[in-house]
Each structure stands twice: as structure tokens, then as C-alpha cells.
């Protein structure tokens, strides 16, 4: 930027260059807001004030509020993380569209926020390349439910429980087959798979997509025709931030029962946990209509004198609770399931008890797109076959961390009808359980690093047991896990993406970075674990 060096002999010196680099600072961020604006207002031919309400600057009063207003993981919102440069929250389809090619025109980096849910915040954060910007979707959360054709049309903003309480407002006998948490965005959400409830009847949110509509590296917005079939694979399940801007989804409604059962059944040690885990992992596929994830934490012991284990088990069943009870007495007696732990209810209604609302809460809660829970948090994740570890080192494990999570999903049943290369998502039959390892804390002052030790140290313990196929370990994109490996500043190669690609595509990562290579060769869409191009990997 200077020609000439800058000569610091005295303290007013130092004072003169740090203000003189302090006004190149301001200058640049400025520059980028203006220059960004002034082509956004070229490309519409209007006046730059119009946009002045939906480019929100670190000036603006609203900047924090609307950086934090989506982002669960509180680990990415503290002071020291790096923040936006302006937030932009377009209105429509064109704004998308001129963002991106103003984007690529002034050189400033992107990150494309939906619902804010990435565990490691990529969509929010950039650590890896500064300055940036943010695309945030949120204004566009248009859901157009047709039940003539069991189909409907979703903007990327929209959460996943208002296309639930949408579908549910036309039809009680429709529903769609995504997460669990209700408040997850759509657009990102859908792009890594979308696991839930119904995934061992109907398979992933993924598996459930008819359409879409993307704004490409050049500004284009592409439906599936535009696209073409081979990039239409890729958007299902090849995860987020990587091929383009989707903006909306077409998804295909699926049958539910007009009436549906839920039961929470917890049982510690000392009532038994370890052998009635053991039995479920054998009967964990026993009906793809029924869902049972088993939730293990720590506790309080009944006699206060220590912790104990308790171990719930947490399940959708689509039918009744007469329906219910016999297939567990048949298969599974050894919970103990009677008829009052069950209840009856909507399929609408157990999307709110599974999220974890209370069961008087009204169904319109879901309108508030807004988590229930924010923690400082860390993640993993594991797909196993039958084996799983000696369950009692497991749980002399968990006791030791102050507020650590182990959830177990079945996965066999209704994923099994789909070959590995039919999405991207590489995971079918040969994977009984998706295991979700967590540690959160609630406090920005407690030493996170003791947590981030404890969580690697129960992945490390768990590795023997895990189905690393002939590909390594793997793991769930939506999960994100930065430790696998992170890319570099425009620098990242097949081989070192490796690290993390494979334990997250499998053999369809290869094919995932040529399809990079066609639909944006600069790495327009890029974060910490995007899709690399790399042209030495050829069709």
C-alpha cells in the first residue's frame, strides 16, 4: 500500500502509524460496503438508498442482534471470532443473484448463512479468509404446500418446523421426513441429507427432493433442468456452501397416520441400562415404523452420593399405541413399555415432543423459527455397525464430563433402499447406528479446551469399534467436525481435502470435486470444509 518505508523513531510515531493503520482499516471495510452497494444499485438501476435496510454494516445497530439472531454453537459468536463485514439480506431471487456477481466483482469473500445451525459455523464465520461478508436468507421463507400432488415448493430460509406446521395446516395425514430440531434451515439442512424420525421408513430429507433452484458461481439461477442431472445429484446430500446458493426446495410430502405414537422410557444403571441397551441394539430395526434413539448422560445417583448413568429411550412410532405394544412385548419386553408411558397424538404434535417441548405447546411455536437450546457446544459423529464398545468403559467415561451427550440413532430400514451412489450421502444398509457424541457448556468464562480434550478423548476410545469400510472412519456432514481437517485459503487440493471429504462422502467424494471443477472452478462457494476444485481430478 506505501511505496516507502515508515520510519518509527518516537512514541508520537508509533501513535501516528497506528492511526494511520486504523484509517486504512476503516477506509477498506467502508470500500468494500460501498462498492458493494454501488453495484448492487447498478445492476437493479436504482438508488443506492433502497438497499440501505437490507445491507446491515457493524454501524448499524441491528448488526449483532442479526448475526446472533440464527447461530446456535455460542462458541462462534464470542468477541475474539471473526465478525462480517455487512450482513446482506435479500428480499428476492435478484438480489441473490447480483450478490454473488457483485461479490466476485469487488474480490470480497462470501458466506451463505440459511439457518445458522452448522456446528462448526462456517455459514457466519470465516476463519480461514478475511474480510467477508454474509448472505443471509432469512426474508426468504416462502412455503407453498400442494397436497393435490403431495409436493411443496420451500424458500431456503424457512426452518424445517414451519414446513412441518405449514404441511400439517393443509393436511394432518402428510408430513416430511427432516431433523428433529425443529429450528434447523431448510436450505442448508437438506443439502447435507437431513436426518429425523422417519428416515427408517422414507429415508433422509434428501432422498425426498423433486426440484430445486440454485444461483450458480456466475449468477445464474438453475432449476433442475437448467442444472442438468449431474448436479442435481450433488446438491442432495453433498453438503452445504459448495455448488451454489440453493433458494429453494422442491420436496415430496410422504403418508403419516392421522394418529402417532411417542414414549420417553429412561432407565439407569442400576435399573438395568446396560443390558437393555444391549437388547435394543439387536431389535433397533425390528419395524420402520418405529424410531427409537437412545439418549445416554450423565446424572445424579438416587442415593446423591455420586453420578450415575441414565439412558433414554426416545421414539416416534406412525400407528397406534395398541399397534405399539404388541411389537414391543413380542420384541422388545425387556424395556418395559406399558401403556401409560405412551402417547397418542398428531404427527404435528410429535414434532414438538421430540424437539423437546413441553406437551401443551402449540403448534404454532414452530412459526418463531427460534431454538430452544443455545449452548457453547462441540460435536462428533460415528456410523457403526453391529459392534459397539464395552458399554461400561462408556459410561465410566461420561460421568467424568460435566454435561456430555451420547445419542444413538437406527439407521437400518429405510435408507437400506438406496444404493450408495444414488445421493451423495454414501450411507445405507451397512451401517446399523448414527452415533452423535456432545459436550456443551453454558458459560463463555469456563475453559472450553477441557471439553473440546474430554470429547476427542471419547472419539479416540471409540475408534476400534466404529465401520471405517475400506475408506477410513466416517462421519455426518450436517455434524460438521473441523478437527477432521480444514481447507486452505484457495489453496486446497484433493489429497489434503481427503482428510475430511472421504470420511464424509466415501467414493462419491471424487466425483463430488469434478462436479466442482464444472460448476465453480474459482471456488466462488468456499468455507473450512467446502468442496475443493481440483483439476488435476478429471472426468
Known sequence: MFDHKIMVSSPSSYLLVIVLLLLVLLTTSASIEENFIQCLSSYFSSNPKQFSTIVITRKNESFMSTLNSTAQNLRYLTPSMPKPEFIFTPLNESHVQAAVICSKKIDVHM????????????????????????????????????????????????????????????????????GICTSIG??????GGGFGAMVRKYGLASDNVLDAKLVDANGRLLDREAMGEIPFWAI?????????????????????????????????????AEDIFLAWKVVASIDNDLFIRVIFQPVSAANKTGRTVSTSYNALFLGDASRLLKIMQHDFPKLGLTEKDCLQMSWIKSVLYLAGYPNDTNP??????????????????????????????????????????????PWAGGRTYFSNSVTPFPYGFENLFLVEYLTLWHNASEDGS?????????????????????????????????????????????????????????????KLVKIKN?????????HEQSIPPDLSIMA
Open 186 to 191: 431448510v436450505g442448508g439442512h437438506i443439502a
Open 236 to 272: 442432495r446430500g453433498g453438503g452445504s456452501g459448495n455448488f451454489g446458493i440453493i433458494l429453494w426446495w422442491k420436496i415430496k410430502l410422504v403418508p403419516v397416520p392421522e394418529t402417532v405414537t411417542v414414549f420417553t422410557v429412561t432407565k439407569t444403571i442400576e435399573q438395568g
Open 518 to 526: 464444472k460448476m465453480d472452478p474459482e471456488n466462488v462457494f468456499r
Open 450 to 510: 477441557k471439553h473440546l480434550d474430554w470429547i476427542r478423548k471419547i472419539y479416540k476410545y471409540m475408534t476400534p469399534y466404529t465401520n471405517t469400510q475400506n475408506l477410513g472412519r466416517i462421519a455426518y456432514v450436517n455434524y460438521r467436525d473441523l478437527d477432521l481437517g480444514v481447507n486452505k485459503k484457495n489453496a486446497t487440493i484433493f489429497t489434503e481435502a481427503a482428510a475430511w471429504g472421504i470420511s464424509y462422502y466415501q467414493e462419491n467424494f471424487k
Open 111 to 178: 458466506r451463505i448463512r440459511s439457518g445458522g445451525h452448522d456446528y462448526e459455523g462456517v455459514s457466519y464465520v470465516s476463519e480461514i479468509e478475511t474480510p467477508f461478508i454474509i448472505i443471509d436468507l432469512a426474508k426468504l421463507r416462502i412455503i407453498n404446500v400442494n397436497i393435490t400432488d403431495n409436493s411443496a415448493w420451500v424458500q431456503a430460509g424457512a426452518t424445517i418446523g414451519e414446513v412441518y406446521y405449514r404441511i400439517s395446516e393443509k393436511s394432518a395425514v402428510h408430513g416430511f421426513p427432516g
Open 364 to 409: 404454532d411455536v414452530l412459526l418463531q423459527g427460534k431454538p430452544i437450546f443455545r449452548n457453547y457446544f462441540k460435536s462428533k459423529s460415528d456410523f457403526f455397525p453391529y459392534s459397539t464398545p464395552p458399554i461400561q468403559g462408556l459410561f465410566a467415561r461420561l460421568v467424568k464430563e460435566d454435561n456430555p451427550l451420547i445419542i444413538w440413532n
